[in-house]
């Protein structure tokens, strides 16, 4: 989910300057398009702040890298300290 959120932080400038230059060929954007960017610009904050609250380990808890245990791979995760 993280990656789909960075790529498309990645691509939205880019989609946003060819949607304004395909919808609007005059020179100023009008005042609703300001809007919805805006909008869509504090949505995707929104999302990276959750995503980042979302996937955070507790404060008391150490990370655990991946490893091997009875010839299986464990997947890395987090441990009480």
């Known amino acids: 989910m993280a990656r789909v959120v960075e790529i498309m932080l990645l691509l939205a400038?880019?989609?946003g300057f060819?949607?304004?230059r395909l919808l609007?060929?005059?020179r100023d954007l009008p005042r609703g398009a300001i809007v919805a960017m805006s909008a869509a610009l504090i949505v995707a904050a929104a999302m990276l702040i959750w995503v980042r609250e979302h996937d955070a380990e507790p404060p008391d808890h150490a990370y655990v890298p991946a490893h091997i245990e009875?010839?299986?791979v464990v997947p890395a995760g987090e441990a009480p300290r």
């Open 24 to 26: 609007f060929p005059e």
């Open 13 to 15: 400038p880019i989609a």
């Open 18 to 20: 060819f949607a304004w």
């Open 70 to 72: 009875n010839g299986r």
